[in-house]
């Protein structure tokens, strides 16, 4: 798969955990699909989140709102990046190798997830 077209517009990775909330702040990037870089674990995040608070369909809906991006698959050298950068940050594992694929191809990561608050390279916004 392709992770980037155009390489002088910043890429950036969104991982927004919690549907529904704070919205405005992920709907730019998630529109620039030529700079959307999806880590394939992001895929099952999303789904698992939206299937336990909404419904199937709209996971569905979700995931191939995401598959508009640029997927990355994970590879044995990727995972090795992420297992360092778990223990370097303490990050769970879907979430350092999320972390690992930003690194590798120089993405900004957009979440409200607070395993990556504080962490250089993310922009984290707290849930209201």
């Known amino acids: 798969m392709g992770v980037q077209r155009n390489a002088s517009s910043p890429k ?8 529904g909330e704070r919205l405005q702040e992920f709907h730019t990037p998630l529109q620039d699909t030529e700079s959307l870089v999806v880590p394939v674990i992001t895929s099952y ?9 909404s419904n199937e369909n709209f996971a569905l809906q979700a995931v191939a709102a995401m598959q508009k991006g640029n997927g990355v698959e994970l590879t044995t050298s990727l995972a090795i ?5 778990s223990l370097e940050y303490q990050l769970p594992m879907s979430d350092s ?5 930003a690194k ?4 900004t990561i957009w979440t409200q997830d ?4 504080d962490i250089p390279g993310v922009e984290y916004f707290p849930k209201e």
């Open 114 to 117: 607070i395993d990556f608050k």
């Open 45 to 53: 995040e999303v789904f698992k989140i939206v299937l336990r608070e």
């Open 97 to 101: 190798i999320i972390f690992a694929t």
């Open 104 to 107: 590798q191809y120089n993405a």
């Open 12 to 19: 950036r990775i969104v991982m927004k955990k919690y549907p």
């Open 81 to 85: 990046a992420a297992s360092k950068y």
